[in-house]
Antibody, heavy 119, light 107 residues
Framework: EVQLVESGGGLVQSGGSLRLSCVTS????????MGWVRQSPGKGLEWVAY????????YYLDSVKGRFTISRDTAKNSLYLQMNSLRAEDTAMYYC????????????WGQGTMVTVSS | DIQMTQSPSSVSASVGDRVTITCRAS??????LAWYQQRPGKAPNLLIY???SLRSGVPSRFSGSGSGTDFTLTIRSLQPEDFATYYC?????????FGQGTKVEIK
């Protein structure tokens, strides 16, 4: 079964850091690009970051550039999001998602991990 | 950045109704458009990719159309499990962007 399981969320003070992890299983990890999408409570979806299959291509939402870093570890079949200098507006459910089966669409999503930034 | 605007923001409908949701891009995106369904408390689920291609396993009552700047998602005969929020997403250029969502509610 194809599965993505996020962890690492929690409550952090403004200016703090968190590292989100997404462990994948059931598919060949290095064949797919990956991304992070977030959703603030009661709000819509917001794409955050993208990384290609070998990690050589990365793109970010403007508001997180310079603060967030997406990375992947093929040996551990895992995706990461290092989040520094966190702000209240980063409070959201963070989903990792897989892409590459259906062009630019995200076809498999994790259940999400909640990040709350207190000001 | 490419802005995606969905309409309506919400729609009330009954089981068996036909529902159409529109998504407009602020500039041409060819067919780099996907549609997702999100039920309360759950992760989004991909329905349509490349504007009009149905993802494997998605019921055929869902269909997508459009190219360039104007797109539609149609649910032909609404079922109880279709009451959810729907989002469009462009993949033409980074940063990828989503529409604000359309909530399909029970009338």
């Amino acid at each position: 079964e194809v599965q993505l399981v996020e962890s690492g969320g929690g409550l952090v003070q403004s200016g703090g850091s968190l590292r989100l992890s997404c462990v994948t299983s059931g598919f060949t990890f290095n064949n797919y690009w990956m991304g992070w999408v977030r959703q603030s409570p009661g709000k819509g979806l917001e794409w955050v970051a993208y990384i290609n299959q070998d990690g050589s291509g990365r793109y970010y939402l403007d508001s997180v550039k310079g603060r967030f870093t997406i990375s992947r570890d093929t040996a551990k079949n895992s995706l990461y999001l290092q989040m520094n200098s966190l702000r209240a507006e980063d409070t959201a459910m963070y989903y990792c998602a897989r892409g590459g089966s259906y062009l630019d669409a995200l076809d498999i999503w994790g259940q999400g991990t909640m990040v709350t930034v207190s000001s | 950045d490419i802005q995606m605007t969905q309409s309506p923001s919400s729609v009330s409908a009954s089981v068996g109704d036909r529902v159409t949701i529109t998504c407009r891009a602020s500039q041409g995106i060819s067919a780099y458009l996907a549609w997702y369904q999100q039920r309360p408390g759950k992760a989004p689920n991909l329905l349509i990719y490349a504007a009009s291609s149905l993802r494997s396993g998605v019921p055929s009552r869902f269909s997508g159309s459009g190219s360039g700047t104007d797109f539609t998602l149609t649910i032909r005969s609404l079922q109880p499990e279709d009451f959810a929020t729907y989002y469009c997403q462009q993949g033409k250029s980074f940063p990828w962007t989503f529409g604000q969502g359309t909530k399909v509610e029970i009338k």
